[in-house]
């Protein structure tokens, strides 16, 4: 089920609330620029991913100006999977907004508009969009096992800038 725990900025990272009713989660996200939907794919092999889901990435291309489109797929038996995971372990923003649609799997965002952290925790069928500028981090744990379609504006895809905060190494990961 996905989920979200709102925490304070400060360490211990004390939990102020869970939210496990969609409409509570939609809500609070919305108010910091970020669009959670359903969206809901085929199971099918990475191979299949793009076709199965041409339905859905049209209408977001046609609606919100996304040209380029690939997907992620990470399964705990490849060979970078240590050095993938710290890559998006950092606290970052980009100048793009970051869209993820989980086709299979899960993993876990964590937002820091202003003085909170949002840990979102989505599995499949989860549409998640964050709005340009706005830091995160992102982590699948120590086996990550899924699979996202992410969509960009800009050709080269996803271009990260680290804010040069540890927040991202103090807050726990563990379940909200």
């Known amino acids: ?11 211990p990272h004390r939990v ?3 939210l496990h ?15 959670l939907e359903r969206w809901l794919p085929p199971e099918l092999p990475c191979d299949d991913v793009l076709a199965a889901c041409a339905t859905p990435i049209a209408r977001w291309k046609a609606t919100r100006g996304y040209t380029t489109v690939d997907v992620l797929s990470v399964r705990p038996d490849d060979a970078d999977v240590a050095a993938l995971r710290e890559r998006y372990l ?3 923003t980009h100048d793009d907004a ?31 969009s964050l ?19 992410r969509l960009f504006t800009r050709p080269e895809g996803w271009v990260a800038a680290a804010t040069g905060r540890e927040l991202a190494r103090t807050v726990p990961v563990g379940p909200a």
């Open 90 to 92: 950092v606290e970052h």
């Open 98 to 128: 970051e869209v993820r649609a989980f086709v299979e799997g899960e993993g876990t965002f964590f937002l820091h508009p202003g003085r909170q952290v949002l840990r979102l925790h989505c599995k499949r069928g989860d549409l998640l």
């Open 16 to 18: 102020i609330d869970v």
């Open 131 to 149: 709005p340009a500028g706005l830091p995160h981090w992102f982590d699948a744990g120590d086996a990550p096992c899924f699979t996202a379609v």
């Open 21 to 35: 009713r969609r409409a509570d989660v939609v809500a609070v996200l919305r108010a910091v620029g970020v669009v």
């Open 1 to 11: 089920m996905t989920h979200l725990a709102v925490m304070t900025e400060v360490p």
